[in-house]
């Protein structure tokens, strides 16, 4: 999956380039992701959510807390806790001082189902990340960062 090389499409800017070189290797990256995660039973988003809970543990979050940590944005979080719920991985209690206040935490079903996933997860993103060297990951770590932090346009 090369893309055409920047300097041999004059009219395309190297923005654009990288821009769309970027969307690519996401793709590519999360596609191979989303197939170990769904031999699991669970979806990229029930994955994140249990990922985020579990860093949350034990306070548990509420559900603004969780769609600010997605990876990629779900109109509908509300719904997908909804069928994490019935699947037994997250339970949702209301506050006894205040009932406007809904905390969502991991269940054990949903630590169980997480780890089960960790040391796979863990061994795909090295295999996807194998060709590079340490200094190159560590580069590509920080120049990404620096592109994610910039002041909005």
């Known amino acids: 999956m090369k893309s055409p090389n920047p300097s041999s499409c004059p009219a395309v800017a190297l923005e654009d380039h990288i821009f769309v070189t970027i969307l690519k290797t ?4 999360s596609q191979e992701a989303e197939q170990l995660i769904k031999s699991a039973g669970l979806t990229m988003a029930q ?9 949350a543990e034990p306070e548990g979050l509420l559900c603004r807390g969780i769609s600010e940590r997605m990876i990629s944005r779900d109109p509908d979080i509300t719904r997908l806790l909804d069928r994490m719920e019935n699947h037994g991985w997250i339970t949702r209690h209301r506050e006894k001082e205040d009932r406007r206040v809904v905390k969502t935490r991991i269940t054990e079903e949903g630590l169980t189902a997480l780890k089960k996933l960790d040391q796979p997860v863990r061994d795909l993103h090295k295999n996807q ?3 590079m060297r ?4 560590k580069s590509l770590a ?11 346009a």
């Open 142 to 152: 920080k120049l990404l960062e620096e592109v994610k932090e910039r002041e909005p």
């Open 47 to 55: 994955y994140n959510v249990l990922r985020i809970l579990r860093g």
């Open 26 to 29: 996401a793709d590519a990256l």
């Open 129 to 131: 990340f194998r060709h």
């Open 134 to 137: 340490a200094a190159q990951l």
